[in-house]
């Protein structure tokens, strides 16, 4: 197989200039061209890990119910920032924060205490996408913290 390619834009020409050093343009192509191969495959392995963790049982997050599915944005941050517990919307927003934390937890015991790199969850509902803002505040907040030595 042969490539070719022109490189017009002067910034790009200098930085390649810069890193191909004492090499040959053919030989300095031919090493660009299989170290991003190896970078293609190494993206393309941890965009597969990630699907499949995205499919681990625990991490499937469960639905909003159907009486808050078309609540909108608004009135659900209007009903966080009365914190009142009993309000059906903080009490649904609860549920989800609870169950998201819940597999997340699980997940981390069952892998030495360490979440997936990378989570994919697509909030299909203003509600789960509140409730999944809350939750990765918290997981944010619980890394962040220092840890006690052992």
Request: charged content about 25%.
């Amino acid at each position: 197989m042969k490539l070719s390619f022109e490189v017009t834009d002067e910034a790009q020409i200098k930085q390649l200039e810069a890193l191909r050093g004492d090499k040959s343009a053919e030989e300095f192509s031919a090493l660009c061209f299989a170290e991003g191969l190896k970078l293609a495959d190494i993206q393309r392995r941890q965009m597969e890990a990630a699907k499949e963790i995205g499919k681990h049982p625990l991490l499937q997050f469960p639905e909003t119910k159907a009486e808050f599915k078309t609540v909108e944005a608004a009135a659900i941050q209007a009903a966080l920032k009365e914190h009142k517990k009993e309000h059906p919307i903080v009490a649904e927003v609860a549920r989800l924060v609870t169950a998201y934390m819940a597999q997340l937890g699980t997940f981390a015991a069952q892998n030495a205490n360490r979440l997936p790199p990378a989570i994919q969850v697509e909030a299909s509902t203003p509600i789960q996408h509140a409730a999944l803002q809350i939750t990765m505040a918290a997981v944010r907040a619980a890394q962040a913290k220092p840890r006690k030595a052992a």
